[in-house]
T-cell receptor, first 116, second 109 residues
Framework: DAGVIQSPRHEVTEMGQEVTLRCKPI?????LFWYRQTMMRGLELLIY????????DSGMPEDRFSAKMPNASFSTLKIQPSEPRDSAVYFC??????????????FGPGTRLTVL | GEDVEQSLFLSVREGDSSVINCTYT??????LYWYKQEPGAGLQLLTY?????DMKQDQRLTVLLNKKDKHLSLRIADTQTGDSAIYFC?????????FGTGTKLQVIP
């Protein structure tokens, strides 16, 4: 398996532009997580899905952030409009264990977002 | 609420043992985890321990859990330069996991 795939790996954009980050989870995994990593705040959970349904989006910082999972093999995280403080590395992770066992999450390589 | 705290930085000499410490607040956590993040990569599960255990050993890694004090530690024996990375402590149940701030381990040759 190729692992969790994220695209793009790097994104540089200007303030006010729309940014869309993409994630393909590992085939067969039924849980998907979006995280943001910064030096100041560490690793923050933004939102997670189980069987394509959003379970908890309390970590989404503002209404400018939205996430979708239209099917089991694809998810997007959108920022509109983007701001310089959104600059961070965004990780997608997937997991096949939901209930009854430990929760190993498999992380993608991340998307490094820079908003100028 | 859930909160996981770690020291930010640890420096050790190659061949010595490293001990990374973590405290957590959620006493209902079922599992405690250690993840490793190498430069430019995502996190990778290193090991985990069930909350009713107090120790787990896996080759060079030893995890100690003090549930009373909500303290978790990771000991790496014979630390190598390839162990240089950021180590994240995490706690959780069967759904989401809460990660600590990460401890950057620097191994000096």
């Amino acid at each position: 398996d190729a692992g969790v795939i994220q695209s793009p790996r790097h994104e540089v954009t200007e303030m006010g532009q729309e940014v869309t980050l993409r994630c393909k989870p590992i085939s067969g995994h039924n849980s998907l997580f979006w995280y943001r990593q910064t030096m100041m705040r560490g690793l923050e959970l933004l939102i997670y899905f189980n069987n394509n349904v959003p379970i908890d989006d309390s970590g989404m910082p503002e209404d400018r952030f939205s996430a979708k999972m239209p099917n089991a093999s694809f998810s997007t995280l959108k920022i509109q409009p983007s701001e310089p403080r959104d600059s961070a590395v965004y990780f997608c992770a997937s997991s096949s264990r939901w209930g009854g066992s430990y929760n190993e999450q498999f992380f993608g390589p991340g998307t490094r977002l820079t908003v100028l | 609420g859930e909160d996981v705290e770690q020291s930010l930085f640890l420096s050790v000499r190659e061949g010595d043992s490293s001990v990374i410490n973590c405290t957590y607040t959620d006493s209902s956590s079922t599992y405690l985890y250690w993840y490793k993040q190498e430069p430019g990569a995502g996190l990778q599960l290193l090991t985990y321990i069930f909350s009713n255990m107090d120790m787990k050993q896996d080759q060079r890694l030893t995890v100690l859990l003090n549930k009373k004090d909500k303290h978790l530690s990771l000991r790496i024996a014979d630390t190598q330069t390839g162990d240089s990375a950021i180590y994240f402590c995490a706690e959780g149940g069967y759904q989401k996991v809460t990660f600590g701030t990460g401890t950057k381990l620097q191994v000096i040759p």
